[in-house]
């Protein structure tokens, strides 16, 4: 997040009502956290500067200086704070820590994530190897030569689902690093040292015993379940050498190059050319076997060579020497293997295929090495849906009633909660006779609900009690998602809005907005409208909406796809996505 160059929108010092929330703030988040930690990291009297910033991806974020250091900072949009590693220095086990190899942080400086072959694991590796926690927790990573935390971020997967992926996949989504562009705001002070990782570090072979994959008694490090530098490296077979690089160089170097991509995810335009080859044949020979031509070769390439790409691999046309989708169409009709033709203009459709051409014929379907229908990639397949409920806040004329039920200002119920308090309270203080279906109304009920405009009334129905009491309180919604603080929402939920705008040249475009608003990470989201339209994409600051609204930007009308998308791959309700009738409307026959 913070490994490129931001943009400074605002410096301003905390009042001291602002610092007094700051510190509830952190106390909720980190309750290990004792009171007095929490002054010394907010402090009344010395210097506390609120900076509001932008990434260079445009996620907008309000970050903590105490003084000279950033101590911790807010991302906008997720509301939730997290510390830098200025704040993990001086308290090392706030955090679920994650070791790994000292190179690897190198890495992470380049804007990488950690992936789990990078995480060394102490002991044997089995379901509670990694501990016990769900995806989206804030964690630490350090290194095996030294405990204090490196780099700070959340955990992509939850505990089980690292356990079950066999040590393939993303780890740690990292947020901040050591030496990046936000460490640099602070005094650039380096890491302390603070003893190895490990009170009891295992030996760690340099050298591969016989028999790959199978634990040799000799090795300690085998039998504990950590993992080498050089089983790290070897880790990734397919993984392209930098030039004047051997196998034999530091193989903390080597496996950290993995993090710039999925374990299996094929990386150099290369072999991204011979995996395109494949995907294209691949496709002939399975769902485009009986597809009717002329097709478009946008459809062709979304519906029938991304699905053909096997699983852990990543197909993406701007990675490999052909930059574009009608350069490689076009060399595989200079191969004889297709016709494309341009009808009408800027149109390119498939009109032929070659099923009689020899490599074509000869092309033998692996079908064990696509065993998930890619309609998005592994981050989509995982996603959980938030859990969207309509609350009723506590506040106004209703505040003292809820007081004498336990209750403070601004807590949420749910609409079942509200006549349960209230029958409760009814019974508990006996206002109601037997028999008698009108409730007497004590002082405590009767502001809370009859307006000061009706003057008294003494009694009133069960049914007018409770309408009254939900009309009293403040509608909100309550977004809950998997490892994450629910997130209250006053008033009616934005939706997902999906606009259709032209540019330059009447081009047309399609502008996404609020999806991170239930928890989709718009980057992603971005990348699998790239993979699944062929279109470019970016994420960036809205234009003419709030500050700190983000767009996913489209080029060309997708909506369709965007919309099934978000249906059915995100499970988003049809309720909360407004612009789906913006769909483009095809040609009548």
Known sequence: MFTKPFKVKSQTQLKGSDRKKLRVELSKMYPSLTAEDVNKLVPSKEDVTLIKMYCHRGESVNVYQVQKDPMFFMIEREKEIYPTVYMLWKYPNLLRTFTTQDPVIDVLLGGADLMLPGI?????????????????LPAAVNTLENKAPQAVGITAQSSMDMYMSARRGKGITILQ????????LGSKSPPPSMGPAFSKPEPLSTERTEGEGEADASDPAKESGTNSPTELADGVEEMKLTDGQSPNSDPGVDMAL?????????????????????????????????????????NFYRLHMVPACPDGASLDIKKSSYKKLTKFLNEMAKKEFIQVKEFPKGVENITAVNWAHEDLKSF??????????????????????????????????????????????????????????????????????????????????????????????????????????????APAIRITRPGFNPVIRKGKLEPIEINVAKRSGNKKVTLIYNAYIYGIDEAEFAHQIQVGVAASTSVGPAEHKPQGTTQVLVQGNQVAFVSKLLLETYHIPRKYIRGMELAAKGKKK
């Not at 030496?179 to 640099?184: F, I």
């Not at 090495?369 to 309509?390: D, H, M, S």
């Not at 003057?455 to 009254?468: A, P, Q, T």
């Open 120 to 136: 060394v694991v102490k002991g044997e590796l089995g379901p509670t190897a990694y501990g016990k926690f769900e995806k989206g």
């Open 177 to 184: 690093v050591y030496r990046d562009y936000l460490w640099e």
């Open 258 to 298: 993995q993090q710039e991509g999925e374990a299996a995810q094929v990386s150099g335009p290369e072999a991204m050319d011979k995996l395109l080859l494949h995907c294209f044949l691949k496709a002939w020979k399975t769902s485009a076997k009986k597809v009717e031509v002329p097709i478009l070769t946008s």
């Open 364 to 473: 033998i379907v692996d079908l064990e090495e696509t065993t998930i229908k890619q309609v998005t990639n592994t981050g989509a397949r995982t996603f959980t849906p938030p859990l969207i409920e309509e609350v009723y806040q506590v506040s106004g004329d209703t505040l003292q009633f809820y007081k004498a039920n336990g209750l403070s200002k601004g807590d949420v119920l749910i609409t079942g909660e509200v006549r349960q308090v209230v029958t409760n309270y009814i019974k508990r203080k006996g206002l109601q006779k037997e028999g008698d279906k009108m409730v007497t109304l004590d002082p405590v009920l009767h502001e809370a609900v009859v307006n000061r405009k009706e003057g008294y009334k003494e009694k009133l129905r069960w049914d007018e009690i409770f309408s009254r009491m939900l009309g009293k309180m």
